[in-house]
């Protein structure tokens, strides 16, 4: 049975920091590209960033220079380090997996970040 299972979301301040965490089973996870996507209150599901399974990264022009997302294959986990948070990172965030790059097979159920101005 496949599982993604995503922590680390919560409420934090503008500014401030957060990691994310996506913990897979059920498929080999090396063998797969993972992703990091948010949902906000009435606006469509947009790719955050994208790690490949050689571990080469892509993000979305909004967070450049603050998220840095990693995978731990040992681990079967991917993150997703969130920093100088701004009130319009907050939403759902889901993290994915796909054999094809952008083209997610399996997803998490999503873990809430809330950021305060």
């Known amino acids: 049975q496949v599982q993604l299972v995503e922590s680390g979301g919560g409420l934090v301040q503008s500014g401030g920091s957060l990691r994310l965490s996506c913990t897979a089973s059920g498929f080999s996870f090396s063998l797969y590209h993972m992703g990091w996507y948010r949902q906000a209150p009435g606006k469509e599901r947009e790719l955050v960033a994208l790690i490949t399974r050689s571990s080469s990264a892509n993000y979305a022009d909004s967070v450049k220079g603050r998220f840095i997302i990693s995978r731990d294959n040992a681990k079967n986990t991917v993150y997703l380090q969130m920093n100088s948070l701004k009130p319009e990172d907050a939403a759902v965030y889901f993290c994915?997996?796909?054999?094809?790059?952008?083209?997610?097979?399996?997803w998490g159920q999503g873990t809430q970040v809330t950021v305060s101005s």
């Open positions: 994915s997996a796909g054999v094809r790059v952008g083209k997610p097979d399996f």
